[in-house]
């Protein structure tokens, strides 16, 4: 089959879930039995948002082969078989940097540089780039909203692209449909003016998504299809869900998108869809009885996205084992200002950079530890159960990481040596994937099951080998390392009921159908956590 192409533009205002809808619209295409390719192109100027702060730009999404990605690629990854890597977003940062480089190399001699077709052609060359063999659609979310002026090479692109494939293309609009609760209307202005914008560029899409709060009137569906020059039957609306993400899929797929799709698409033979792994996992969500709660240590938790990948990968571990699993936010820094610890469950000490935070995640680290309630840390949560152990059991009062306090006498943890002199902040890391090797007759072994695996990282902050020996030898178990370095990769405290530090990030790898173990393991332990606390306090009344 010749390859088609979807394009997904959002209209308004960014924050409507382009990334959800992107992804379930390729999770519904996998489902007709085809094979899907992602790309995500982002109009800002940062080469990627390695450096941007989570405040800003929500998680920062690592791939496989060490790319910094947009967090929608994590959608991508939970929602589908794709491969996902590096080139599957790009960013005007890298388009512009590519194409100035060709010009001082003397590639484009004698042509004046332009955005188009300079600029226009390196946004297709990407897309193309970005498909994986056997594609046979790819789907291409644009980031940001029309009328951005950063959007305007983007949207050229994808409309020269129709010309060049005009019986293999899918537009997709989302667009925002307010309700005002003063005058108990829905309104569809806002959507009237991004189709209007659309238009101004040349594009008039196949399907409008409305993103609205309620299931929106057949009145208001009609109105975007009268202004948007779009058939009735192509204007759905995606509510806001009430129970989970994987609704959406379900949703679009009960709208018909597939034969839709396929009819654009002139797909033969149209195969309709299957939202049965959807179906089968709200079904779980709707069932959930038993509830956990769990501390979130971490200093950007009033920006909901920044730890997108950790909450999915809680939920999804819960969602498998009838747990529901209830986040409770503990700021680390307001724990440094006297605020006491809150009682849970479970705990979970989220990565993070700079000192901001940091003593706070050790009280955590030190009351899980002596209280035996589990906890689980994540990258810089490694780091600071480490530090923590090395103050308190091995007595090593100053014991610091580099990061924090670059002048300490003790430095438990220190920058990795190959990094040693770098002061350029953007792409120095580990990133990506590394193996670990998994220590026998430890608790991540039993929870992994394997000698071997493979994880993916984003630090530049590592465990002093020069402190294992003693920490080991004073219980600090070091249950996974980097085969050919001994890089400490993961910790536990073997006689406590669940105390494990990863520097890695499993949450990468977790997916609502097949969640990961150590997530899996995790909340296992909290639900145990919880039973002992409601057995312990019926003993006592
Ligand atoms: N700041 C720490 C480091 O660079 C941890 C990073 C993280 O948690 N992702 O090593």
Redesign the pocket.
């Known amino acids: 089959m010749q390859g088609r192409f979807i394009f997904i533009t959002g209209g308004v205002l960014s924050s409507l879930g382009k990334g959800v809808i992107a992804a379930s619209i390729s999770s519904i295409i996998e489902s007709m039995g085809l094979n899907v390719s992602i790309i995500k192109l982002d109009p800002y100027l940062n080469v990627d948002p390695g450096t941007m702060s989570p405040y800003q730009h929500g998680e920062v999404y690592v791939t496989e082969d060490g790319g910094e990605t947009d967090l929608d690629l994590g959608h991508y990854e939970r929602y589908t078989r794709c491969k996902i890597s590096k080139k599957s977003n790009a960013t005007a940062g890298q388009i512009l940097d590519y194409v100035l480089q060709k010009e001082r190399k003397g590639d484009y001699l004698g042509s004046t540089v332009q955005v188009i077709p300079h600029v226009t052609d390196e946004i297709k060359r990407r897309i193309q780039i970005a498909q994986q063999p056997g594609t046979d659609i790819t789907v291409i979310e644009v980031g940001g909203t029309v009328g951005d002026i950063e959007s305007l090479p983007f949207l050229e692109a994808i409309r020269q692209m129709r010309c060049d494939h005009p019986q293999h293309c899918c537009n997709i609009h989302l667009a925002y449909v307010p309700f005002l609760k003063s005058s108990g209307e829905t309104k569809t202005k806002p959507a009237q003016h991004s189709l209007v914008a659309l238009r101004q560029v040349g594009i008039i899409p196949d399907i409008v998504i409305c993103r609205s709060e309620h299931p929106l009137p057949f009145e208001s569906l009609k109105k975007i299809s009268l202004f948007g020059n779009v058939p009735i039957h192509a204007v759905m609306d995606q509510p806001d869900v009430e129970r989970a993400l994987f609704e959406v899929p379900i949703h679009l797929k009960k709208q018909k998108i597939d034969l839709l799709l396929s009819q654009i698409l002139k797909l033969s033979p149209p195969n309709p869809a299957n939202a049965s792994i959807w179906e089968s996992l709200l079904k779980k969500e709707i069932e959930l009885r038993t509830e956990v709660q769990i501390g979130v240590v971490g200093k950007y938790l009033e920006h909901k996205d920044a730890y997108k990948s950790v909450f999915e990968a809680l939920h999804h571990a819960g969602l498998n084992q009838g747990v529901k699993v209830r986040l409770i936010e503990i700021d680390a820094e307001k724990l440094e200002n006297g605020e006491e610890i809150s009682e849970v469950d479970a705990y979970i000490i989220?990565?993070?950079?700079?000192p901001r935070g940091f003593e706070g995640k050790i009280q955590v680290a030190a009351h899980a530890r002596t209280r035996l309630i589990p906890c689980f840390g994540?990258?810089?949560?490694l780091?600071v159960m480490t530090i923590e152990y090395a103050r308190t059991v091995l007595g090593l009062k100053t014991a610091h990481?580099t990061?924090m306090a670059p002048d300490t006498d003790c430095p438990v943890?220190l920058s990795l040596s190959e990094c040693k002199n770098v002061t350029q902040l953007g792409g120095t890391?580990r990133l990506g994937s590394y193996p670990c090797l998994v220590e026998k007759k430890t608790r991540c072994h039993e929870i992994y099951k394997k000698d071997l695996i493979q994880e993916r990282h984003?630090?530049?902050?590592?465990v002093n080998q020069d402190y294992i020996d003693s920490l080991e030898s004073a219980g600090l178990k070091i249950s996974g390392r980097h085969p050919e370095t001994g890089l400490t990769e993961m910790v536990e405290i073997t006689d406590h009921p669940w105390y494990i530090g990863v520097q890695f990030?499993p949450e990468f790898q977790s997916k609502a159908f097949a969640p990961h173990p150590l997530f899996f393991s995790f909340i296992q332990a909290a639900l145990e956590q919880s039973k002992s606390k409601i057995e312990c306090g019926a003993t006592a009344t």
């Open positions: 989220m990565g993070g950079f700079g994540i990258c810089l949560g780091q990481s990061e943890v890391m984003r630090h530049r902050y590592e990030h």
